[in-house]
């Protein structure tokens, strides 16, 4: 997450690098432009941390699965036993 950060932050800077050589002398116009660019600077690392966030939750979603496949096959297994038990016919009285 802090590489996407920084990366937003150095996007930043560019912008508003390039902001000011594009208005020598204005700065209303500058002070417009650069917010303009830190809003697109600040949606860009929300984007990526949420892109972040949605990996963590992937990663923590498959260490869970794969600490609990040995038990969901156990649980399969059982539940395979018990149906098979119900399902025998019953001996005749």
């Avoid at 996407?4 to 150095?10: G, K, P, Y």
């Avoid at 860009?44 to 869970?64: G, I, P």
């Avoid at 600490?67 to 149906?83: I, P, T």
Wanted: net charge positive; glycine share 2%; proline share 4%.
């Amino acid at each position: 997450m802090k590489t996407s950060l920084l990366l937003a932050l150095v996007c930043t800077a560019v912008l508003v690098a390039g902001a000011r050589a594009n208005t020598p002398g204005e700065p209303e116009t500058l002070v417009r432009k650069v917010q303009e660019y830190a809003q697109k600077a600040t949606a860009m690392a929300k984007t990526a941390f949420s892109m972040v966030q949605e990996s963590d939750a992937a990663q923590q979603a498959r260490q869970w699965l794969a600490d609990n496949a040995d038990l969901a096959k156990q649980r399969l297994v059982w539940l395979k036993e018990q149906l098979l038990e119900f399902w025998k016919p019953m001996p005749a009285a």
